[in-house]
């Protein structure tokens, strides 16, 4: 049974980065079967997609924070992760890895992260 | 980018009821990726419904996804105490997008 599990930092200052990591049990990063995607949700609002990667296509980002965010994975660690960049207090969420497959099929607990001084 | 409207955003139900969920995209989605998610407080959403209208595993046959190219729905036959819930539907062939959500409250 596969299972994801997201790390890193519960709380982040302005204007620092963001980093957190996927742990993958059970499955890799490595097959070309699937995408992998970093999925956020702001504390009682919506779901927002943050990026895709895969082995097949590379990443996607969502437009929004293009220019700030960077998912790469570490197959020998089955590892994912996610750095973004300049975070302000509109980035405070709980973040979500996930796989896509037929819909996004497996997720994390998720991981709350805050964005204050 | 593709844009899905959900509506209405919050019912007001009786267990027993039936339930459409309505979800509407801003031009059609590609190769009828569509699905649809439920979510509970402090938990990570559960894939319900995908390709448009097949169940995920060990989703109930309560739950059908129907629609095409620019509208879908999402049905509860009977409302059970356990669906209750944020319901999101989400596109996931051009990018990946959702909707904002449908909140399935008790009345």
């Known amino acids: 049974q596969l299972q994801l599990q997201e790390s890193g930092p519960g709380l982040v200052k302005p204007s620092e980065t963001l980093s957190l990591t996927c742990i993958i049990f059970?499955?890799?990063?490595?097959?070309?079967?699937?995408?992998w995607a970093w999925i956020r949700q702001p504390p009682g609002r919506g779901l927002e997609w943050i990026g895709t990667?895969?082995?097949?296509?590379?990443?996607h980002y969502n437009p929004s924070v293009r220019s700030r965010v960077t998912i790469s994975v570490d197959t020998s660690k089955n590892q994912m992760s996610l750095k973004l960049t300049s975070v302000t207090a509109a980035d405070t969420a709980v973040y979500y890895c996930?796989?896509?497959?037929?819909?996004?099929?497996?997720w994390g607990q998720g991981a709350l992260v805050t964005v204050s001084s | 980018e593709i844009v899905l409207t959900q509506s209405p955003g919050t019912l007001s139900l009786s267990p027993g009821e039936r339930v459409t969920l309505s979800c509407r995209a801003s031009?059609?989605?590609?190769?009828?990726?569509l699905a649809w998610y439920q979510q509970k407080p402090g938990q990570a959403p559960r894939l319900l419904i995908y390709?448009?209208?097949s169940r995920a595993t060990g989703i109930p046959d309560r739950f059908s996804g129907s629609g095409s190219g620019t509208d879908f729905t999402l049905t509860i036959s009977r409302l059970e105490p356990e669906d209750f819930a944020v319901y999101y539907c989400?596109?996931?062939?051009?990018?990946?997008?959702f909707g904002g959500g449908t909140k399935v409250e008790i009345k």
């Open positions: 996930a796989r896509i497959y037929s819909g996004t099929d497996y």
């Open positions: 059970g499955g890799s990063f490595s097959s070309t079967s699937y995408q």
């Open positions: 031009q059609s989605v590609t190769s009828g990726y």
């Open positions: 989400q596109q996931y062939g051009t990018s990946l997008t």
């Open positions: 990667m895969s082995q097949l296509w590379g990443t």
């Open positions: 390709g448009i209208s």
